[in-house]
């Protein structure tokens, strides 16, 4: 097993899922313009169904309606949006799972042992590095695409949690600091807080697609999640490339022709 073929395996996964997502954007589109059609068309009337739930009753041996909600175009527009940031969500979590699954295969390859203790932290991995490869802590923080990419992965870790344990759920007032502190960065702190509460609303997480501009009525969107799997790559290219230096020799003379 070696370094190269292991972050070919990640890379192939996140291009996987990089589809994945594209799938859910776009059927989130079709279903969105269905219901905008649907609300064009109604006459005023924007009630559209009932929905019931249901059940195999075990005793009696038949369906049964428990309950049962008269929906209107309004509501069902608002369960799509959040179904679809719910989608985005655990598509973050299986790109989290795959990095943390290479930083761990990674870290056992360069430390020369045969298996990693369970209880061996993520942050402890990322220090390890950090401390043994002074070029790869200054990229780090100083880099070509301005992330600090210790807040990145450890943001994405906490955001992960969150959606594991707590359905999206985090406060968004201890949030930056609980971040901030694993990463142990104490420079720049409100630049910090301010790049974490981007991905924060209402106290929940949130990876929808953002309007950044409007050019001639058509708005231009940041692609949250894009980014958020974008930062993942980043810090594996970057471990890769400091214990492989020929990775960074190649793509910068690649840059240049």
Known sequence: MNLTHELENFLEFLLQTSLQHKAVKEAFKRELQYFDKMATNSGGNTEICFHSLIFKDPILGKTVKLKTKRTTIEERIKILWVHNNNQYCWLLVDCYEKFKAFIKTTYRID????????????QKMLSYFSEKYPHFKRSESKNAIGIHLRIAVILIEKIRHAIVHKRGFVDSDKFPNIVINEAAINNDRISHEEFILQFIFDNHVKLLELPISNHNGLFVYHDVFTHLMGYLISYAMLISDVLNK???DNRITTACN
């Not at 430390?111 to 993520?122: A, F, I, R």
Request: charged share 35%; net charge positive.
């Open 111 to 122: 430390k020369g042992v045969e298996k990693v203790h369970d209880k061996v932290t993520l």
């Open 246 to 248: 020929s990775n960074v």
